[in-house]
Every structure is written in C-alpha cells, then in structure tokens.
C-alpha cells in the first residue's frame, strides 16, 4: 500500500507573519516537521509542497523530496488544504507514475508531533477500515455554554445547552489538534467541508502537546514548553 506524507507550507501567513519561519530549540518549524514525519516508518513516501523556493531548497537539503513549486491558485489563503494534496497526489500519479493509497497531512504549526503519531494514525486508519483518521484532543470550554449573537441576543450553539450547571456534567467533547490527517485516496479527492465526514476515527493527544500555532501567543506557549521537554 502505498502511503504519501505531505508537509504543507507557503509563503504567506494572516496570523504570524513569516510562520513557518518561527523558531523553536533553533530548528524552524518545518525543519521540525520534516525531520519527524522522514522518521516515520508507515510513509512510503514524503512530499513537501510549498511556493516558497528558500523553504523549498532546505527540504531538498534534508533529503525530501520537493520536486514543484506550488501553483499560485494553490498558495493564498482561500486556498483548502485538501486541494493541496490532490495536487500532490495528482502530480506523482502523472510525472512519476506513483499512485498513493492514502494520503496524510502534515502542517508544520504541530511542532510537538512525533512520528509515532504519524504512524498510529495510519495503524489507526487501516485498522479500524474507516474513510479518515485524525489527531484529536480535549477541548478547553465545553460547547454547550459557547454562543452565537444574532440581532444583539445570544443564543446557544447547541439547542439546550445552558441547560448543564456543571461543567462535568456536560458531555465529553473533543476538538482537531491539528497534528495529523490521513484519507483513504478515494475519499479524499470526494471531501467537501471539514473533518469527521463519514467514517472518521480520532487517536486522542494530551492537551500540552496538541498546540497547533496559529497565533503568537500559542507560538510563546509551544517555545516555554518545548524549553522545559528538553532540557
């Protein structure tokens, strides 16, 4: 079976400007990012898609293969995450003649993951036969007393939510961590919207390693505990 990595990352960045940039124990983030995911031992191959040629040549020097630079319709914002690895999927299939079986997501803003989660991930999907599997983690605030604001009154996300005076007693709910995606090719290239869509299974990460950095704050936070890990 034929297993593709693909680690994303592009130029342009609305949070943190030049993110993938970001240090942390002076390796940046996508030098984390492709330094674990060659560690794995379920890829068959690893793919690194970017349009940006200086993070292109680093990922080359690593010994990753970076064989295109990104399309510019792939590359700005509007641009989905799974529209990015058809386009890698789709351009070994046709320059290379490789078919990939399952297709797994890397971003480099997960910088606590390890190849293990990789690879259970991809255990957990073939195992368990499903569609897709993912990283999951807690969630920090129950759902059930989130709200939305609709000419000027809040109403609760979920119908009868405020119902629950205890947290603990709200149902248990858990959020992406961001740290991997894997599909099942078929499936992948049928997908619109966001994760679990049909058969969709979750492997569960502790809450201090499932930081996904989409803002400065949780880059401080991933920097402090990353100081302390390693010591």
Known sequence: MNILGVVLARKGSKGIKNKNYLKINDKTLVEIALRNALKSKKLSKLIF?????????????????????????????????????????????????????????????????????????INLLLKSKSDAAMTITDNDYPPHWMFYQKKKQLKCIIKNGNKFTRRQDTPKCFKPSGMVYAFKKNFLFKIKGVLPQN?????????????????????????????KKYK
């Open 49 to 121: 898609s970017t349009d940006d040629k200086v993070l292109q040549k680093k990922a080359i020097k690593m010994g990753v293969q970076s064989p295109f630079l990104r399309p510019s319709n792939l590359s700005n914002d509007k641009a989905s995450s799974y529209s990015v690895l058809r386009h890698a999927a789709n351009w070994l299939k046709k320059n290379e003649n490789w078919k990939a079986d399952i297709i797994v997501l890397l971003q480099p803003t997960t910088p606590f993951r390890t190849s293990k989660h990789i690879d259970d991930v």
């Open 199 to 227: 058969k969709t299974v979750g492997l569960y990460v502790k809450p201090e390693i499932a930081i996904n950095i989409d803002n400065y704050d949780h880059y401080l936070l991933a920097k402090i505990k990353a100081e």
